[in-house]
């Protein structure tokens, strides 16, 4: 198949599961335990339903709007996903903020990026966001935040939702590990794979490129190593309080369920509350984002923009976080399909999906600008 014969997310998904070996392919697709977030969180937009309001004149549609002081021409971007040369190994990060920059969407960058800020940077004129987590020796994470914000990097991402790795059973199954181990399940699963295989072959080796310098302080493992070693499980509210006033405005707080969390996120002073699940990667059976908005919404009471993402795969699910009290709406597998299946021209393919698709959805619904998609437009969501 070729890219422009994906109809949908799901064919990208396809062509993606058919380019790229099995733990790869995985790691892009699972989620924790049973997976059960992960299948309701794409499921659950479902049971909204839409009435739309007739005879509008819908010949000019207008889908710019303005996400944690950004101003953008649409209302969804590219979320932080960490290792992205492992789906992708010539270009990885270069060819999504390449991608999002051509589809004149927001990139943001994980801080376990496998390409460092400065070159995604150099690659990049487009609006670019920088994520981060709380690491146990500040110092390391305020040089981050300074190389980023000198590279022009102008949002930051602070997630929350990973005091300890989830329990992602498809990855030990497959024997997946970053980066990639030479052994018999990987030689296996890469020889029907030669296109992934030779670009891994002729590419750097993957790693966080960010901190491949630190290597030399002697932890075990390398650098992945002493990554691994800096996230802590006694993080707390006020260990974080440093950071919006070190990296000033345009600071998200990313992976917020509960409305007294999203209190204290503005109490810190962020100008985004990003609800999330992590896409299901985390703590299984968690509630789907689109549930938790309204009362999230009541939290925020307008002091700051409100991001949603997970299970995002349609345009028209991307209206109905909208509609549900999301500012701006963010997508992570979407987009890492699309880099699975072609490379930049299919993350620029999947942005245009969901273009194309929300467009539609627009004019279907009678609304000409963002502001009209209000929730009168949505029943549910309905009991199944
Ligand atoms: C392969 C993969 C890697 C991810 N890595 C990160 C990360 O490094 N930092 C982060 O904040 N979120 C990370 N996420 C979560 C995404 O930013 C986003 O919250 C999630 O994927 C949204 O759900 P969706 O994939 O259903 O759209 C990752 C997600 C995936 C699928």
Request: with cysteine; charged share 25%.
């Amino acid at each position: 198949m070729k890219l422009k014969q994906a109809l949908n997310i799901d064919d990208l998904r396809t062509m993606a599961k058919r380019k790229l070996p099995r733990m790869v392919f995985d790691y892009i697709d699972g989620g924790a335990d049973d997976e059960v977030t992960l299948r309701e969180s794409v499921r659950r937009f479902d049971d909204y339903q839409l009435t739309w309001r007739a005879l509008r004149d819908v010949t000019k549609i207008d889908t710019s709007t303005s996400i944690m002081g950004q101003q953008t021409k649409l209302p969804f971007f590219i979320s932080p996903t960490a290792s992205t040369r492992l789906f992708h190994p010539a270009e990885g990060e270069l060819a999504m903020a390449r991608a999002a920059e051509a589809r004149e969407v927001i990139y943001s960058c994980s801080t376990l990026a496998s390409q460092t800020v400065e070159d995604i940077a150099d690659a990049t004129s487009g609006p670019k966001w920088v994520q981060i987590y709380v690491w146990k020796d500040k110092e390391i994470v305020r040089n981050f935040l300074a190389r980023a914000k000198e590279a022009g990097f102008t949002g930051c991402i602070l997630t929350v939702d990973l005091p300890v790795g989830g329990n992602r059973e498809r990855d030990p199954r497959n024997r997946f590990s970053v980066p990639p181990k030479p052994n018999f399940s990987l030689a296996r699963q890469v020889a029907t794979k030669p296109g992934w295989a030779w670009d891994l072959m002729r590419s750097p080796k993957i790693k966080p490129a960010n901190f491949s310098h630190m290597r030399k302080q002697g932890d075990q493992g390398g650098v992945v190593g002493f990554v691994n070693q800096q996230f802590s499980r006694a993080v707390t509210w006020s260990d974080v309080e440093w950071m919006r006033e070190f990296w000033g405005p345009g600071f998200a707080i990313k992976g917020i369920s509960r409305a007294e969390d999203a209190k204290r996120a503005i109490d810190i002073g962020a100008d985004a509350v990003w609800v999330s699940n992590h896409g299901g990667r985390q703590l299984d059976t968690s509630v789907p984002t689109i549930d938790l908005l309204p009362e999230i919404v009541d939290a925020v009471r307008g002091r700051a923009d409100i991001i949603a993402d997970g299970g995002v795969r349609r345009g028209s699910h991307v209206a109905k976080l909208l509609m549900r009290g999301a500012t701006g709406v963010a997508l992570g597998r979407a987009s890492l399909y699309g880099l699975g299946a072609g490379g930049q021209p299919g993350v620029e393919r999947a942005l245009k999906i969901i273009e194309d698709e929300f467009l539609r959805t627009m004019a279907l619904l009678g609304a000409t600008r963002i502001s009209e998609l209000d929730p009168e437009l949505m029943r549910g969501p309905a009991s199944r």
